[in-house]
């Protein structure tokens, strides 16, 4: 047989159902075992396939990433429309406005969210939630309940989608499952602080608590309250955490992935001839 490499962006770091534990057990080990090296995406997978007794030195990393130099330099130019961007969507000088990019679904952990900036007893804090999906009128109805103010953002095409970070001061991504989330590379990219829960791939490499935001437990809406309620209450740090953000996530562009993937391509390839 060929070598081949496998790429892996799945972890272990939530509980998902046991007939899908059982398929994985029986066949990612014959899978991977048998690979010349493994891709995986982020930190996470990588300690993944270590645990399941993969070399370190035949796994690599690569970036579920976008074009950050483009999505900096659109955020850039739409930095002198943000004021008006932010009055169309309802949004006062003063407020806080924390953004989530995500399907209106349980997995994304949206009503954590919804609880949890309720709980920041702030009422300049905003929910905005750009996406669509089943939750939508279960996430109105359970913020008018607890008294939050809520915007859900209309859509608009993926190539607009730089226009709903820059109405934000904080990105929020609470998910209950997520193996990376290349939303949080998009808000990274146009500069914004970042608040992710414990199940979100991408904390592990693009967040740096207390650097550029906050890493709370999955579903635990103290721990958010507390973080969304320090970054709304503090300006200063926002700005500095939203810099932050920009600096870490260039080391996961296109092209340091891009140059790794060539890397062990090349390794393989010549282990074959």
Not at 122 to 136: H, Q
Not at 145 to 150: C, E, I, Q, T
Not at 194 to 222: H, I, K, M, Y
Request: proline share 5%; hydrophobic share 50%.
């Amino acid at each position: 047989m060929s070598p081949y490499v496998v790429l892996v962006e799945s972890n272990e770091r939530d509980s998902r159902p046991g007939w899908r534990r059982a398929v994985k057990g029986a066949v990612v080990p014959s899978v991977v075992g048998g690979a010349a090296e493994i891709l995986v995406v982020g930190t996470l997978a990588r300690q993944a396939m270590l645990a399941r007794g993969i070399a370190p030195e035949r796994v690599s990393v690569v970036a579920n990433t976008v074009d950050v130099e483009r999505f900096a330099r659109q955020a850039d130019e739409l930095a002198g429309r943000r004021d008006d961007l932010r009055t169309e969507a309802g949004l006062a000088e003063d407020d806080v406005a924390v953004l989530s990019v995500a399907r209106l679904a349980p997995e994304k952990g949206l009503d954590t969210l919804v609880r949890a900036v309720g709980a920041t007893g702030d009422p300049g804090v905003v929910v905005l939630l750009a996406g669509s999906g089943p939750e939508r009128e279960r996430l109105r109805s359970l913020a008018n309940d607890l008294g939050v103010r809520l915007v859900l953002l209309p859509d608009v095409p993926w190539e607009r989608i730089v226009e709903r970070y820059v109405l934000a001061d904080v990105f929020a991504l609470l998910s209950r499952h997520e193996p990376w989330g290349v939303v949080v590379n998009e808000a990274a990219a146009c500069g914004l602080p970042l608040v992710l829960s414990d199940r979100v791939g991408a904390a592990f490499d693009l967040l740096e608590d207390g650097r550029n935001g906050a890493l709370v437990p999955a579903e635990d809406v103290a721990a958010a309250a507390a973080a969304l309620g320090r970054l709304a209450a503090d300006p200063d740090w926002r700005r500095s955490a939203g810099e932050a953000s920009r600096d870490l996530v260039r080391a996961w562009g296109y092209e340091p992935s891009i140059e790794n993937l060539i890397r062990v391509v090349r390794r393989v390839a010549g282990r074959g001839a």
